[in-house]
C-alpha cells in the first residue's frame, strides 16, 4: 500500500493560481502512473490529469492548456501546477496511484471571490 499526502490546497481568486503536491511513501515511485482527480460538492469525483512513469502527460478537456501535471521521481511527488482558476474548480483534489488504486486523502480548492 502506497501512502499518499497531498498539499497545497487553499482559497484563491479566479484567475489566481495554486500548487498542488503531493508526497508518495514507497521506493518504487518511479514506475508508477499518478493521477490528480477532484469532487465537487454533490458531484462525483472525476478525473483531471495523469502523468506516466515516462513522463507522457494527459489531461481532461476541462482543465487543458491551464493545469499542469509534474512529477519527481527522486523526491517522490507528483505536482498539479493549477492556472486561470475558475469558480467551478472548486473541489476537493485528490492525488492517486493509478497503478495501485491508492488514494490521498484529499485537499480542498476553493476559487471565490
Known amino acids: 500500500q502506497v501512502q499518499l499526502v497531498e498539499s497545497g490546497g487553499g482559497l484563491v481568486q479566479p484567475g489566481g493560481s495554486l500548487r498542488l503536491s503531493c508526497a508518495a511513501s514507497?521506493?518504487?515511485?518511479?514506475?508508477?502512473?499518478m493521477g490528480w482527480y477532484r469532487q465537487a460538492p454533490g458531484k462525483e469525483r472525476e478525473w483531471v490529469a495523469t502523468i506516466a512513469s515516462s513522463g507522457s502527460t494527459y489531461y481532461a478537456d476541462s482543465v487543458k492548456g491551464r493545469f499542469i501535471i509534474s512529477r519527481d521521481n527522486a523526491k517522490k511527488t507528483s505536482d498539479l501546477q493549477m492556472n486561470s482558476l475558475k469558480p467551478e474548480d472548486t473541489a476537493v483534489y485528490y492525488c492517486?496511484?493509478?497503478?495501485?488504486?491508492?488514494w490521498g486523502q484529499g485537499t480542498q480548492v476553493t476559487v471565490s471571490l
Open positions: 492517486r496511484v493509478i497503478s495501485t488504486g491508492d
Open positions: 514507497g521506493s518504487i515511485f518511479s514506475i508508477y502512473t
